[in-house]
């Protein structure tokens, strides 16, 4: 039993310590969910706050219980437990609140939370600077909130980034909302009028949507490679200026269809197509539209017929990889743009296994507890997602080959569904988050108590996958009553006794869900990969009586981008970039600081190395006059040995060979101007050169700049600024070795 002087401790000692933890950081009452990490979580916060160190909390972030007030997370951050409900910084019937400086690029500020920041029937907020990714809903929601204003915020991988809710009189501007698997920016229920200016929303579902929303005003933002750029029901009422549509999959602004016979097309097919091209404010856009193939053909041809119907069409020359690039320029400086891909000649097919999995996807599909992911890499145990109606899968990682027709996909699930009729198995070519399915494209399943084998095949799908990233575009989908899909049953007990049976082996292993999808590709040449979905592929050819003179042509979605392209069985260095040259059969480009289309042109010249690879970077590369070459080569191991052929050279006239300025060898072209040989003086980084034997290069001093002789050709002499020209022949009795002696005159 405690005495009177220890309870009259007790009592002082908690009064202190509720007097500190006031006057310290401002906290008026605790309102925790739960019991958290840390003891700002859950609390009222009614003074300025700074944080000086990340917290962590089991149920809702910092409560706002006061107006005015400021609350910096000084670069910190706010970490939830993913609890439904929670808020990560909650301001509620509070007015002139400030948010500041949460996060920083190297982490995710306010994250998995159901909403990063949660504001309802407040005015006057600004929230800026945040970084507010990873939440399951949205990253910063306004119900009701308007006179607000919302800058320099980073709102990814979320559900939706920014939601505005019947809240207008509000600014948007800088903000980025990227990776949000339903939409970037969504203003619903009559938010209006607002101000969105200078935002960028990049790979979401819709990037920009509109719902029951007029009198707001676009300017100056960026909306690129979502799958559908931009969703406005009330589009004549609002006003876009000055934005940039750039190669989103779909989209009211611009619409495709091949009128040829779709499909992979041969060398001088005609490719023909319309195409409807609007204004954002849902009207025609006339005379609006330009168009160029990659590679260029002379033979394109389009015109408008006035009302915004742009028909045309050109016949391919090369084979490989092609694209129609259409750009859209409106009266309003409005700017779309989109590539559309064709397959010309000879294609290989390629089948490529994606595992159903449990985990939650992560390049812009939508993202839930029913929104999962498939991948390459095989499951090591049992992973279950479930949900009252329908659950979704879409692959999360790229395949092979990328640029390709998706024939089509033949799946095998362990599924469960209650369900008598109206269950089915589909899929979807654009993945949203809903149980529909594209047409021709589902299959009816039974009802099955128990998790049961069921194999569906999809075929003659012909997608087409214009950009890399349009690979995470396509969703498998169940629908029907307490759907479920496993990776494989935990045990004999979850499975129907026949499918267990069949898939269920001596070693213990079962047969995981999986779906193998079936695509064509170009083989002239083939681009087995490219690492940075940011870089585009716009074609890829050769001529078709000259296999391995590739011409690749490339373009960056925006700004300036960086990323290796990837050839399979190709041998040859590129003109202008840095070249990786593998033993193994592949050619690596560094696309380096591509800014606008461009064009890479292979060189005429294989190496083979024994093992390992060879960097080659080529300095000079000559197809006429003096046929002059010079290249480095700088090999990963010493003892590689390559062989070399050289093309687009002289016929029958000898050349020789220099690495590091001693003579290799000399070697007489063919009938194809080609010469061969072998390298096998030990690799570090050598400089090779290649010129005929009686080229003389060249020869500098003090009154002499560039000198050669080759054949009958005229040489230049400059001695004392005055100029000499003889013809070369003249001269080959002062020729010694590689040198002209010269006498002034």
Same mark, same amino acid.
């Given at each position: ?137 949205? =990253? ?122 779709? =499909? ?298 960086? =990323? ?182």
């Amino acid at each position: 039993m405690k005495t009177r002087r220890g309870k009259f401790l007790a009592k002082c000692l908690l009064l202190l310590f509720l007097l500190l933890i006031i006057i310290g950081i401002g906290i008026s009452s605790f309102d925790r969910k739960a019991k958290a990490d840390d003891p700002l979580c859950g609390s009222t916060i009614t003074e300025n706050l700074t944080l000086d160190h990340d917290i962590a909390c089991t149920g809702h972030g910092l409560v706002v219980g006061a107006n005015g007030i400021t609350i910096d997370g000084g670069n910190h951050t706010i970490t939830g437990d993913g609890g439904s409900g929670d808020y990560g910084i909650n301001i509620n019937s509070h007015n002139n609140i400030t948010i500041q400086n949460f996060g920083t690029t190297t982490n995710s500020g306010i994250s998995n939370f159901n909403t990063g920041i949660y504001i309802d029937n407040s005015t006057g907020s600004v929230i800026q600077n945040n970084i507010v990714n990873s939440n399951y809903l949205t =990253g910063i929601s306004l119900y009701s909130s308007g006179s607000s204003t919302l800058t320099g915020n980073t709102t990814n991988s979320n559900a939706i980034g920014i939601y505005l809710n019947d809240s207008g009189s509000s600014t948007l501007t800088r903000n980025t909302a990227n990776l949000n698997g339903t939409v970037g920016i969504w203003l619903l229920l009559s938010s209006t009028p607002n101000t969105l200016e200078d935002n960028t929303v990049n790979s979401n579902g819709i990037g920009i949507k509109f719902s029951s929303s007029t009198s707001n005003t676009l300017t100056r933002n960026t909306i690129l490679m979502n799958r559908d750029g931009f969703n406005d029901d009330q589009a004549a009422s609002n006003t876009y200026q000055n934005n940039q549509f750039l190669h989103n999959t779909t989209g009211a602004l611009l619409s495709f269809v091949e009128t040829s016979t779709p =499909g992979i097309k041969k060398v001088n097919d005609t490719i023909s197509f319309t195409i409807t091209v609007k204004k954002p404010s849902g009207v025609a856009c006339i005379n609006c539209t330009t168009i160029a193939t990659a590679p260029s053909e002379s033979s394109l041809s389009y015109s408008d017929n006035g009302s915004g119907v742009v028909t045309g069409s050109f016949v391919p020359t090369r084979t490989g990889t092609y694209s129609l690039d259409i750009k859209v320029t409106d009266s309003d400086g409005n700017f779309v743009k989109r590539n559309y891909s064709f397959l010309v000649g000879t294609t290989s097919t390629q089948t490529t296994t994606y595992y159903y999995r449990g985990l939650m996807p992560t390049h812009g599909q939508p993202h839930r507890t029913d929104s999962k992911s498939l991948l390459l890499a095989i499951p090591a145990s049992t992973e279950e997602w479930t949900c009252q109606n329908w659950i979704q899968n879409s692959p999360d990682v790229l395949p092979d080959y990328p640029l390709a027709y998706l024939s089509s996909i033949d799946s095998y699930t362990w599924y469960k569904q209650s369900a008598e009729a109206d269950a089915y198995i589909g899929a979807q070519r654009y993945v949203i988050y809903s149980w529909t399915v594209d047409d021709n494209a589902s299959s009816p399943v039974d009802a099955a108590a128990k998790y049961t084998w069921v194999n569906k095949k999809f075929t003659n799908l012909n997608w087409t996958m214009d950009y890399s990233w349009n690979w995470y575009r396509p969703s498998l989908k169940l629908n029907g009553s307490n759907v479920y899909w496993t990776t494989f049953p935990a045990a004999e007990a979850d499975a129907d006794p026949v499918s267990w049976a069949a898939h269920h082996h001596p070693d213990g292993t079962t047969d995981p869900s999986y779906a193998d999808l079936t695509y064509q590709y170009t083989t002239t040449p083939t681009i087995k990969s490219i690492a940075n979905t940011d870089i585009l592929v716009l074609s890829a050819t050769e001529p078709s009586d000259d296999e391995d003179n590739a011409t690749i042509v490339v373009d960056a979605v925006s700004g300036t981008k960086s =990323g290796d392209i990837v050839l399979r069985d190709y041998e040859r260095p590129f003109l202008g970039y840095a070249t990786t040259i593998s033993s193994d059969g592949t050619t690596t480009i560094a696309a380096n600081n591509i800014a606008g289309e461009t064009t890479i042109n292979s060189a005429k010249m294989d190496i083979t190395p024994s093992e390992g690879t060879i960097d080659v970077i080529i300095d000079a590369w000559n197809t006429s006059g003096t046929y002059y070459r010079k290249w480095t080569e700088t090999g990963s191991t010493s003892g590689i040995i390559a062989e070399h052929t050289i093309g687009d050279l002289k016929n029958d006239v000898d050349y020789k060979v220099k690495v590091d300025g001693t003579m290799l060898g000399s070697y007489r072209s063919n009938s194809s101007g080609q010469i061969a040989f072998t390298y096998s003086g030990g690799y570090s980084t050598k400089t090779f050169e290649v010129q005929p034997a009686d080229l003389v290069l060249p020869v500098t001093g003090p009154d002499i700049e560039t000198v050669y002789a080759v054949d009958l050709w005229p040489i230049i002499l400059l001695s004392l600024d005055k100029y000499i020209s003889i013809w070369a022949k003249e001269w080959q009795q002062i020729l010694t070795g590689d040198r002209i002696l010269v006498l002034p005159p």
